[in-house]
Structure formats: structure tokens, C-alpha cells
């Protein structure tokens, strides 16, 4: 079995989809090298779980949006180019573990500077380091045979997953970075035609090509700062019997800071926050700016020791060992409403499991089977598999992972998690007693579950119950 992560298309699928579902006058083409996602997004399975996705697929497909593996024929007919390819941390040679690694951004530019017959805009629609577009320009031009004009601009894109569709259609803004020439601007003006099919005008924002590429790795590092900020407070409400929730709403109250992004957890995942921190590190430190360096890396620190410090609550509850009891893990994903798991927190929780000798059931709503084994092995080793296979069981019910469980462990905020959405008087009953639940979400109603018999543990909370 191969064990390299399935792409998912979640950045350029949908975005550009939306711009076809918006803009009917348009051809928009879907160009991926992997013929597997193009088959499914030419499917009634479309490779990603993204509510109402599916509605603007179908409406548009076939219409003016195709899905296709003929790079070649794209890039030919086409006057914009968005390049929406994959740029993960770097794991190995320089910046390993921190720079993001260019080399699809780098061959989707030469593949458009060796088969373009026409000018283009490039647009640089993936999260890259500040200054790539310069990168992208030099390759266009030396590589370009038929003196061709290229122009390149950032649109750097700000959805989140499980609500890319209501973000795309209403977003906040849309940013386009150009070069302030009359050539850039005129580029970042027939971008911008794109979006007015259904962005006011006033939304749409024109800046510098180096302040739109260092805005989107800022936004990021900024709300999942806000994370780490909360859950590092979260510490401090468990031990001194403070409640994060009250903490959170009443500073969200003050019109400066806002409510949003002040939900505790487990630790922020998803496939951008931590690289795209790790790359804000990185340029950073090539800077020769440490303290700043320093400032933005303690972010995911913080995040690591939530993983930690939760996982040490839940050995310390289960009277100091783990090993041989069953622990039913309530979701995989690394929010709701998405099947995707890069850097799910219940990735590194189910590991902690396992090195502590548990057994693990998991259970999530959509996440795949084999998605869970190769995000649980050790890539390419087979034998390892075989291992963890022994300790877990993947189940397709919370019911069925709760039977026979020492605790269950709330990883991803499903709605169907919620008190109103399961019988937890049932799970309660299948489980060994006393049956403990540890939740790492703050979306359960503690009362109601201590009322069955269990004893609750909450992130950001004190314990509670016959057990203290
Ligand atoms: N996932 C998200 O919600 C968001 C992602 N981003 C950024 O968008 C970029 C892409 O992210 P995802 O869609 O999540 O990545 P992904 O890995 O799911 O998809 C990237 C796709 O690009 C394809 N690809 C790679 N090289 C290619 C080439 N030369 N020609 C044609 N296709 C090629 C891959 O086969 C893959 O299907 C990243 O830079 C990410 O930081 C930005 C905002 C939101
Ligand atoms: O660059 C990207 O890829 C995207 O990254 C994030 O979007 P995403 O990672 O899809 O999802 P978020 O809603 O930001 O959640 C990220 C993680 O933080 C967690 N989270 C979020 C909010 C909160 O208050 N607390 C919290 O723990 C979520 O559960 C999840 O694990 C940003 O929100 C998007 O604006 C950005 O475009």
C-alpha cells in the first residue's frame, strides 16, 4: 500500500469552482497531474467532503467548468493561470522542517513557461514565501521561447475547510498583489474583473505583490496565535478552577479583540497553521531576525504541549497507565465538517495512545479507513503497520467505539458528538466502569453526563464529579 498522503484538491477545487458557478461567461479548466483526483472530480464522489460543494459541481460541470489531466491543452488555451499547487514544510536538505518546500510551484511554472503559445497572468494562488513571485517571473522569462509576456500576481486565498463554499461566495476580502507598473496593474484589474462577477468592488483590495504574499502567512500565524494564546490560558483555568469558556467569552466581548478564534481545543491542525508559521520562522530567521523567529515558533510550540498536556491529563484521570485499556477517540479530522487529517490534533493523540500501550478505537464521520492507517504508520513500513493494527480498531459508529472503552476522548467538535445528538446513556452502559470522558472540544454538556454516571474531563475546566 502506498503510504503518501492522498492530495485534496482543497484549495484550487473549490475556488475555482465558485469562480465558475459565478461567472457563467467563463471557461474555467481544472488541471491536476493526478489522474485519480481528476476521475473523482469528474465523479458523483467528488475527492473532498465540503458542505455544498457538491450542488456547485454539479450545476457547473460540464457547462463552464471541466476537470482534466491535459495540462498541456490548459495552459495553452488559457489567459489566466491560477497555480494552486501544494507547498509543504520542507523535510529534508536546507530549511528541512521549516521552509516550504517550491519544487510543484517551481515545475508548474516551467510546465506553463515551456508549453505557453500566448500571454499569460500567472497567479499565485497557493501560500508561498514572500518574494516567490519573483522566482516565478525569472523562470517565465528565461524559460519562455516565444517572447511572450507573463505577468504574475498574488491572490493568496483564505477559506478554511468544512466552510470553503459560504467563504468563497461572501469572503471578507479578496487581496491581489501586482507589480505597481502599468503592466501589473492592468493584470490585477482583470483578476479583479473575475471576482466582481459577485465581490463588491469595495472588498476587492490591490496591494504590492510583497505585502498580499506576506499577508496570508501573517493571517495565519495571527489567528493561530489567538489559539495558542487561549489554550495556553486553558492551562492556567485548570488549575485554578477559572473556566476558559467564561475567559474567552468575556474578553471576546471587548469590540478590540472579537470572539472569533477563541475556542480552546486540543491544538490547532489543518495542513496551513503550522507551515505556514514554520515558514513565517524560517524567512525569519533568513532575515536575521531571531526574536521574531522565536516569537511566531512558540505559537506551535504551544500547540505541541496542549497535545501533550492533554494526553498527560487523561493518563494521570486513568490512574497512571494506559496500557491494555481501550480508549474510544470521537473523530479524526482535524475540524468538523471535513474529511481531511494534515495535522489533525487526534493524530498525534492516538500515537500518544499507542506508545502508552492503549488500545484505540477510532470513529470519525468522514474521514477514510485507509486515510487513518497511513496517517498512523510510519511511511513505507509495512511491518509497523501490522503493529498498529494490533492496538486499533476503526469503527463506523461512536457506539461501536465506545463499547467496552475505559474513556472516550472527544478529538474533532462533530455535531453529532453532541449531548443532544447521541445516547450517551447507551455508551455509558457499554463501557467499563468508572467510564470516563475527556473532552477536548468543549462541546459536551458536563452536567448531563456526570447526571449518567460518567466522570467528565474538559479542556480548560477543573475536574468535577466523585473522582476529586
Ligand atoms: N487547503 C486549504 O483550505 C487552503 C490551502 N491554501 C494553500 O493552497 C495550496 C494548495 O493547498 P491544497 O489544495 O490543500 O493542497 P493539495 O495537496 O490538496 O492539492 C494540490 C494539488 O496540486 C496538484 N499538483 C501538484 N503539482 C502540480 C503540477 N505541476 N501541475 C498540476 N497539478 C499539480 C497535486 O496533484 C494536488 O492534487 C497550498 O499552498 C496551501 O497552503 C490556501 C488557503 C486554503
Ligand atoms: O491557509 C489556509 O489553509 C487556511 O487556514 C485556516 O483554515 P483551516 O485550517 O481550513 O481551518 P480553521 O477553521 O482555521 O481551523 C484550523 C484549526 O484550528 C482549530 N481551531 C479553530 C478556531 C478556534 O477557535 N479554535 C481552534 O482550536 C480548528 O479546530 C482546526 O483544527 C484559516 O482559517 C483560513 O483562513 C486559511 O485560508
Known amino acids: ?46 475527492p473532498i467532503y465540503e458542505p455544498g460543494l457538491d450542488e456547485v459541481v454539479k450545476e457547473c460541470r460540464g457547462r463552464n467548468l471541466f476537470f482534466s489531466t491535459d495540462v498541456d491543452a490548459a495552459i495553452i488555451e488559457s489567459d489566466l493561470i491560477f497555480v494552486s499547487v501544494n507547498t509543504p514544510t520542507k523535510v529534508k536538505g536546507v530549511g528541512a522542517g521549516y521552509a516550504a518546500d517550491l519544487k510543484w510551484v517551481e515545475s508548474a511554472t516551467r510546465h506553463i513557461a515551456r508549453v505557453a503559445t500566448s ?75 473575475v471576482y466582481a462577477g459577485w465581490v463588491p468592488r469595495s472588498q476587492i483590495i490591490t496591494m504590492n505583490l510583497w505585502s498580499s504574499e506576506l499577508s496570508k502567512l501573517a493571517a495565519n500565524a495571527i489567528l493561530a496565535q489567538r489559539i495558542s494564546s487561549i489554550n495556553a490560558l486553558s492551562a492556567i483555568c485548570e488549575a485554578t478552577g477559572a473556566d476558559v469558556d467564561e475567559v474567552s467569552y468575556a474578553c471576546g466581548l471587548d ?33 536575521h531576525l531571531p526574536e521574531v523567529a522565536a516569537y511566531w515558533k512558540q505559537v506551535v510550540e504551544m500547540n505541541e504541549y496542549q497535545k501533550r498536556r492533554f494526553t498527560n491529563r487523561i493518563i494521570s484521570k486513568l490512574f497512571n497507565t494506559l496500557t491494555g485499556k481501550r480508549i474510544a477517540l470521537f473523530g479524526f479530522a482535524f475540524k468538523k465538517d471535513t474529511g481531511d487529517t494534515r495535522e489533525s ?10 506508545a502508552e500501550s492503549a488500545l484505540v478505537s477510532i470513529y470519525d464521520p468522514k474521514v477514510d479507513e485507509s486515510q487513518i492507517w497511513m496517517d498512523l504508520s510510519e511511511p513505507g513500513v509495512e511491518s509497523n503497520l501490522d503493529a498498529i493494527k494490533k492496538q486499533v480498531t476503526i469503527c463506523d459508529s461512536a457506539y461501536s467505539a465506545a463499547e467496552g472503552a475505559d474513556c472516550v476522548v472527544i478529538a474533532t467538535e462533530w455535531e453529532e458528538f453532541r449531548v443532544e445528538n447521541l445516547d450517551y446513556k447507551k455508551i455509558y452502559d457499554s463501557m467499563q466502569k468508572p467510564a470516563f470522558l475527556f473532552d477536548g472540544r468543549l462541546i459536551i454538556d458536563s452536567k448531563k453526563l456526570e447526571d449518567i454516571g460518567f466522570q467528565v ?8 464529579g466523585a473522582f476529586e
Open 1 to 46: 500500500m502506498p503510504v503518501n498522503r492522498i492530495p485534496n484538491e482543497s484549495l484550487g477545487g473549490p475556488t475555482c469552482a465558485v469562480i465558475a458557478h459565478k461567472n457563467p461567461h467563463l471557461k474555467v479548466t481544472i488541471v491536476d497531474i493526478n489522474a485519480t483526483r481528476i476521475a473523482a472530480w469528474n465523479s458523483d464522489n467528488l
Open 119 to 193: 500571454d499569460k497572468i500567472v497567479v499565485e494562488k497557493s501560500t508561498v514565501p514572500c518574494r516567490t513571485a519573483q522566482s516565478m517571473r525569472v523562470i517565465l522569462e528565461a524559460n519562455s521561447t516565444a517572447n511572450l509576456k507573463f505577468d504574475i500576481l498574488s491572490n493568496p486565498e483564505f477559506l478554511a475547510e468544512g466552510t470553503a463554499i459560504p467563504d468563497l461566495m461572501k469572503p471578507d476580502r479578496v487581496l491581489i498583489g501586482s507589480l505597481d507598473t502599468d503592466r501589473g496593474r492592468s493584470a490585477a484589474a482583470s483578476l479583479a474583473d
Open 255 to 287: 469590540t478590540r479583540i472579537g470572539p472569533k478564534f477563541l475556542k480552546a481545543s486540543v491544538g490547532f491542525g489543518g495542513s496551513c497553521f503550522q507551515k505556514d508559521i514554520l515558514n513565517l520562522v524560517y524567512l525569519s530567521e533568513s532575515l
Open 345 to 354: 490534533a487526534a493524530i498525534t493523540l492516538a500515537k500518544y495512545f499507542l
Open 457 to 464: 474531563e474538559v479542556i480548560g475546566k477543573g475536574s468535577t
